[in-house]
């Protein structure tokens, strides 16, 4: 059941830019990370950024480094994802979730309990 609210997916060409946003209200004290991952039919869910609550910390997959980042409204409980020069490669569903992994687990789906519904990223050329 989800309990995360993902918007802002939909369909832009390689180069462009688009911004997802996850709302996790009650979600937002020290303890929790957000993330991102992202899914393509038949492959396993991939990690695609982290944002921990406490300090502000963010992490990265290398194929997104320098093209996405992670950024938080905590006044909102509101998490964002910039998405810039995309490729067709970056084709998904996202998602967006929250848990309490240890550092050495953040990029791992086992490590976060609440799920958004997933929003559709298309990119073509």
């Known amino acids: 059941q989800a309990q995360l609210n993902e918007a802002g997916g939909g369909s832009v060409q390689v180069g462009g830019s688009l911004t997802l946003s996850c709302a996790a209200p009650?979600?937002?004290?020290?303890?929790?990370?957000l993330a991102w991952f992202r899914q393509v039919p038949g492959k396993d869910r991939e990690f695609v950024a982290a944002?921990?609550?406490?300090?502000?910390?963010?992490y990265y997959a290398d194929s997104v480094k320098g093209r996405f980042t992670i950024t938080s409204d905590k006044a909102k409980s509101t998490v964002y994802l910039q998405m810039n020069n995309l490729k067709e490669e970056d084709t998904a569903v996202y998602y967006c979730?929250?848990?309490?992994?240890?550092?050495?687990?953040?990029?791992?789906?086992?490590?976060?309990?609440?799920w958004g519904q997933g929003t559709q990223v298309t990119v073509s050329s």
């Open positions: 979730a929250t848990g309490h992994p240890i550092l050495s687990s953040l990029r791992y789906e086992t490590s976060y309990g609440t």
């Open positions: 009650g979600r937002t004290s020290s303890s929790y990370t």
């Open positions: 944002l921990r609550w406490m300090g502000g910390h963010t």
